[in-house]
DNA sequence: GTAAGTACTATACAAAAGGATAGTTAAATA
DNA sequence: TATTTAACTATCCTTTTGTATAGTACTTAC
């Protein structure tokens, strides 16, 4: 409604706007296709904040399930093995009495701290923002 | 398998680990809060793609879905409705006849600029990783 | 023997996300 | 009159994600 305009040069709405996408065709999806390789190892609720906690150090499954507000455990089990199949995190089994199972990040793994550096940033703000507006 | 080993030393497994988030109790939990504000408002396979879309330039509703490859109509217009609530993304209703909508990115949308950069990086190697392994 | 802890797996189910297809309104075009 | 385009909405369906609850194997503690 506020941004209804009456319209005066047709040609006008939207031309700048597709021009910067459409010279050179598909710039603009190609553009897309590595944020969505990204997003389909990380994507959902679960992985990052799995992969922060263990950015605080190696943990057994109960601790990143106490650290990890929320989580359950099939939930937990099941994104340990998503995340190892593509090797971010490792699975180290040890013999002790009882076995103890340790999680650890991978190098690979590690390679994300600028990724969640970055979200935690603007994460910030945007709580900062909404928490504002109320 | 090959991580299996006997226990020597039963007090150095894990340990190394755990003290640095359970020192300050909560600490790692707290840091992942902000990155779980930012999901909420990110997740899915399709917000940030929409995003960078607009990146390029004011768009309509059909040249997104053209340049966004593999959404469908139902989809992008249910995200675009999220994306503007979250007033990331501006509609714009120009009275022209037939009727133009527009959508751009407001100044808060545009503040995920390097959020999406550390992203294409990382998915850009990931990509080569697993292109590479096969 | 019973209970408790660790690291899970199994089952059943509910909710959310996503996909396929079709329909709507309204004007413009053939 | 029929078709096309734009910008959707509606319906139905499948898949994924998430929740709740229970169970298992093993060992230590009471």
Redesign the interface.
Known sequence: ME?????EN?EE??N??????TKSL????K?????????E?L???WK??II??LM?????FS?IAK???GITDKMLSKELRDLEANELV????????PV?V?Y?LTE?GF??Q???A??????????K?IMGAE
Do not use: M
């Not at 941004?3 to 319209?7: F, P």
């Not at 490792?90 to 009495?97: E, F, G, L, T």
């Not at 970055?118 to 703000?125: E, H, I, K, S, Y």
């Open positions: 941004n209804t305009v009456t319209k047709p709405v939207g700048h706007a597709s021009s910067a996408c598909g710039e603009c999806t553009s897309i296709l590595p944020v969505r390789d990204a997003l190892v994507s959902g609720k990052l904040p922060i906690s605080f150090g190696n943990k057994r601790q650290e990890v507000p490792k699975r180290s089994v040890y013999n002790a009495i103890v340790e650890s690979y390679s994300l600028n990724v969640i970055v979200l935690r940033n603007w994460g910030t703000t945007h709580r923002r």
